[in-house]
RNA sequence: GCGACCGUAGCUCAAUAGGUUAGAGCGCCGGUUUGUGGUACCGGAGGUUGCGGGUUCGAGACCCGUCGGUCGCCCCA
């Protein structure tokens, strides 16, 4: 009888709860991401979740969508207005100035975790999503670009996703660039009519934007679009040829997409996206670029600095499978005497490095189908025959096969065996 | 912010064109087996059909509203 209905919670809209195969799968990629790291020698950071809201005012471009509508942005108590990190780079940019990491530099740098915008969710679109993501402050070279692309090319095989794509671009200094905006702005207004009504807004805000319309009516304009390399600098030029040439050596397919552009204010040079056709209307997985002004910006030296950001959702959406985590073995203690005896048993099994764990309730069967569902590799039967021979049940869960061994050599046996 | 589709046990779904007591599989609990899992058989618990209103003799089905979800637009990881 339930007297007091309480409605069922909810989590927040566009936030989501993992158990089971999605959290093994999140974790498969945080894992693996890491390892990944390690191997080209970046280390972790750690910043707040929260930061002051003019972090990312100012820095993202305040016409930008995620500035101009999706912050979570809140007064504390004490009035200050806040905003739950909506990216990583303003906010590890932000760390490097207040700590004076200018000391440290070049830093190659990797950090995740959660990150908020407030949209509406759709197919690898959450309100709060996860993010893994690589930086290097204080670097101006390409091999920087070129290592860190290499970084991200790793991981995808390593995380066993295919049909992704790298398609890489550069936006050229901020010569190149206010050039080539310049241009782009006089033909799209040479050509109003024909423009979508999204385009002409992005006209007013982000022209650059213009260039990933999905509109048929602007993809026709396209091709006659002023295409950046006739505005490049020379520096701008040879930088971007360094980068390719680089990406080309470590092995990396890549195709040129001119009219990559990515959406913060802050990129200059290298531009990148590796995409996929696999996640609905997002095609993003990892994307990211040079963002030489933005230290500076932030009231900190002039600092060099490139990196990308991964959505943890949308890889683990492309991921194959991971292996569920390993169980080695599962006891199962029938009787006080042999509960008793359990913890220290446990105890040894864990210090020499298994995975082992214990059905804590129900008979002998019940526990048993514990152990089968846990995965453990063997059961370790412990119940008043063995205490009083001082011996363990050892089970092979594969063969059904048991043996009883001494519980002094129990241990050095399941080594040999495992 | 806009649009389309969808809300039935814990989960995945069913319920002829409105018609008795809303079903199944999986999962869960118990039993066949008072010390042996992965297979099998038997039994059990578990639902205000998202919520509110309306139409009707009668609504899980139809209508309106509302909340939530999914997908798309915008934008992005």
Redesign the pocket.
């Known amino acids: 009888m339930?007297a007091n209905?309480v409605p069922k919670p909810?989590p927040v809209?566009?936030m989501q709860d993992f158990l089971g195969d999605q959290a093994n799968r999140f974790d498969h990629v945080v894992a693996t991401f890491r390892d990944v790291a390690r191997r080209f020698g970046f280390r972790p950071v750690m910043v707040p979740v929260v930061e002051a809201t003019s972090v990312y005012q100012r820095t993202l471009g305040e016409t930008?969508?995620?500035v101009a509508k999706e912050m979570y942005t809140f007064p504390d108590r004490g009035g200050d207005s806040l905003t739950l990190r909506p990216?990583f780079t303003a906010g590890i940019c932000r760390a490097y100035v207040s700590e004076g990491w200018q000391q440290f530099a070049p830093l190659k740098l990797i950090t995740h975790g959660p990150l908020f915008?407030y949209?509406?969710?759709?197919?690898?679109?959450?309100r709060q999503?996860h993010?893994i993501d690589a930086e290097v402050i204080g670097a101006p070279e390409p091999a920087a670009d070129v290592e860190l692309i290499a970084f991200a090319d790793l991981l995808l095989k390593e995380l066993g996703i295919s049909g992704v794509t790298l398609q890489l671009n550069t936006l050229g200094d901020a010569e190149t660039r206010d050039a080539w905006r310049g241009a782009l702005v006089t033909y799209f207004e040479r050509h109003r009519d024909a423009l979508s009504e999204?385009s002409l807004r992005?006209l007013e805000t982000n022209p650059l934007?213009i260039l990933d319309?999905?509109?048929a009516a602007d993809r026709a304009l396209l091709a006659d679009a002023p295409v950046i390399d006739a505005y490049m600098s020379a520096q701008a030029g040879a930088f971007f040829e360094a980068v390719q040439a680089g990406v080309q050596a470590s092995g990396v397919a890549f195709v040129r997409q001119p009219q990559l552009v990515?959406?913060?204010d802050y990129y200059r040079h290298t531009a990148f996206?590796f995409v996929s056709d696999a996640l609905?209307?997002?095609?993003?997985?990892?994307?990211g670029g040079r963002y030489d002004g933005l230290v500076e910006q932030m009231g900190g030296p002039s600092t060099p600095a490139v990196g990308w950001?991964?959505?943890i959702?949308?890889l683990m959406m492309l991921s194959a499978q991971p292996v569920a985590p390993r169980v080695d073995i599962a006891l199962v203690a029938?009787g006080p005497a042999a509960e008793a005896a359990a913890p220290a048993l446990l105890a040894e099994l864990r210090i020499a490095g298994f995975a082992a764990e214990q059905a804590w309730r129900?008979?002998?069967?019940?526990r048993?189908?514990r152990?089968?569902?846990s995965g453990a590799r063997y059961a370790l039967?412990l119940?008043?025959?063995?205490i009083a021979g001082g011996t363990v049940?050892v089970?092979n869960?594969?063969d059904?096969s048991?043996a009883a061994v001494p519980r002094a050599a129990i241990v050095r046996r399941l080594k040999e065996a495992l």
Do not use: L, W
Not at 120 to 126: A, F, N, S
Not at 280 to 287: M, R, S, Y
Not at 383 to 386: F, N, R, T
């Open positions: 339930k209905r909810a809209r566009g930008t969508d995620v990216e915008r949209e509406r969710p759709q197919k690898g679109r959450y999503f993010q999204d992005r934007r319309s999905k509109e990515r959406g913060f996206e609905g209307a997002q095609a993003t997985v990892i994307g950001a991964g959505g959702e949308r029938m129900g008979n002998m069967k019940k048993m189908e152990a089968g569902k039967i119940g008043e025959d063995e049940m089970k869960m594969q059904g048991q």
